[in-house]
C-alpha cells in the first residue's frame, strides 16, 4: 500500500484556511452575543449596531446636557428642559419603555461600550488560543 504524500505547503495552507474558516465562525458568534442584547440596571436593551449607534448619540446629548446643569439626577427633561412634561424614556427589548436621567444614559452609554468591547477581546482570546477550542460556542468563554 502506497502511502499519500503532501507537500508541507499544501499541508499549511490546509491549516491556515481551516484556521480562517474557525475565525469566521468565531466572530460570527461574537456578532450574535454581542448583538443579542444586554441587561442595564434591571432591565434588557437592545445592542445589535443601530441600537449602540442611538445609545452612542443619546449619552452624547446627556453629557452636554450634564455639563450645561440641565442633565441632573432625577430630572427626566434633560432633553427638553423648557418642556416640563417632556420626559426621556428607552424602548427596552420586550417594547416597553423606561424613563431615564441624563446619568443613567450616560451609564447606559457606557455600559453598551463595555458590553461590545467584552466581546471583542473573548473572540480575540478564542481566535488566539493555540488550538483554538471546537466548542467556542459554550457560554464559559463568553462574558
Do not use: C
Amino acid at each position: 500500500m502506497t502511502a499519500l504524500r503532501r507537500s508541507p505547503a499544501s499541508l499549511g495552507k490546509e491549516v491556515s484556511d481551516q484556521k480562517a474558516s474557525l475565525d469566521k465562525e468565531i466572530m460570527a458568534e461574537r456578532d450574535r452575543r454581542m448583538n443579542g442584547g444586554m441587561t442595564f440596571e434591571g432591565n434588557r436593551y437592545q445592542t445589535r449596531p443601530e441600537d449602540r449607534t442611538n445609545v452612542a448619540g443619546a449619552a452624547q446629548s446627556a453629557t452636554l446636557a450634564t455639563i450645561n446643569n440641565i442633565g441632573l439626577p432625577g430630572v427626566y427633561n434633560w432633553h427638553e428642559p423648557t418642556n416640563p412634561s417632556a420626559e426621556f424614556r428607552w424602548i427596552l427589548e420586550d417594547n416597553s419603555t423606561v424613563p431615564l436621567d441624563a446619568p443613567a444614559v450616560i451609564r447606559l452609554g457606557m455600559a453598551m461600550m463595555h458590553h461590545k468591547m467584552k466581546h471583542i477581546f473573548a473572540a480575540k482570546a478564542l481566535k488566539d488560543a493555540v488550538p483554538a477550542p471546537l466548542d467556542f460556542t459554550d457560554d464559559s468563554y463568553w462574558p
